[in-house]
């Protein structure tokens, strides 16, 4: 059966923020989630990201958990979302709320691109020999072997040996092309810049929910009309199909 999954595909320059107040009146919590979205899947961009989530991770970890102590919870890491790429930086904070925790997440940012710039030769060697070996990782069980090759049936792809492909782009990228590709997606200056940030606050900062810094340009009421709709279709090859009458 051919089926198919809608999602939005933010236009070039968007920007959308949702705020919430927690359902629950006991939570403590606030939570935030800024989502960079690039564009439907491709090799060349899941590469460029898997290599991102291994140089940013534990820098991103260790300068907002550890040095700047903004959450419990602290984490960044490529998404790939019925076939929309997208990277996403999550916070769960009992201290800060979401406003704050995004301007430093903002200010992260800007300091990773010189960070990037900066880095030697070696070094953004080093981080690719660790993103291929990532990809070239066995299974550890036969549940995740099946897991991994399911993954590519129900998305449709039927490309059981995309992380190959993925490791062979990884060893293709060099450090101005890499560079060029952050700040094009990740720089706020960029035509190409596309984002999407949900705050959640906690009842001690409900005033901050309806705060004017609390909302973007971008209506949310007129969410469906502004932004694009990715399809991704889900079609089963004839090859695919399994002849129960020849099995029996």
């Not at 991102?52 to 820098?59: G, N």
């Not at 904070?93 to 979401?98: G, I, K, L, Q």
């Not at 990884?170 to 094009?184: G, P, Q």
């Amino acid at each position: 059966n051919n089926s198919a999954k809608q999602m939005a595909q933010l236009k070039s320059g968007q920007c959308f923020v949702h705020s919430a107040l927690v359902q629950n009146p006991n939570e403590k919590n606030n939570a935030s989630e800024v989502y960079m979205q690039l564009g439907p899947e491709n090799h060349k961009d899941y590469a460029a990201l898997s290599l991102l989530e291994q140089i940013m991770y534990e820098p991103f970890f260790d300068t907002l958990r550890t040095k700047e102590q903004l959450g419990y919870s602290v984490s960044c890491g490529l998404r790939n979302t019925f076939g929309m790429l997208g990277f996403c930086f999550a916070i769960v904070s009992s201290s800060f709320e979401p406003v704050h925790i995004e301007e430093r997440v903002e200010k992260f940012l800007k300091d990773f691109s010189k960070t990037l710039s900066e880095m030697t030769e070696a070094e953004f060697q080093q981080n690719k020999k660790s993103a291929v070996e990532a990809k070239h990782q066995q299974d550890q069980t036969l549940a995740e072997e099946a897991e991994r090759h399911w993954d590519q049936i129900s998305m449709g792809r039927y490309d059981f040996f995309q992380r190959n492909h993925h490791a062979v782009e990884i060893n293709m990228l060099d450090k101005v092309s890499f560079l060029n590709w952050f700040t094009k997606y990740f720089s706020q200056d960029s035509e190409s810049y596309r984002r999407l940030v949900v705050r959640v606050f906690n009842p001690d900062h409900k005033s901050c929910v309806a705060d004017d810094r609390s909302y973007s340009a971008g209506d949310l009421l007129n969410f469906r009309q502004e932004v694009g709709i990715f399809q991704k279709k889900f079609n089963t090859p004839s090859s695919a199909r399994l002849d129960y009458k020849s099995v029996k």
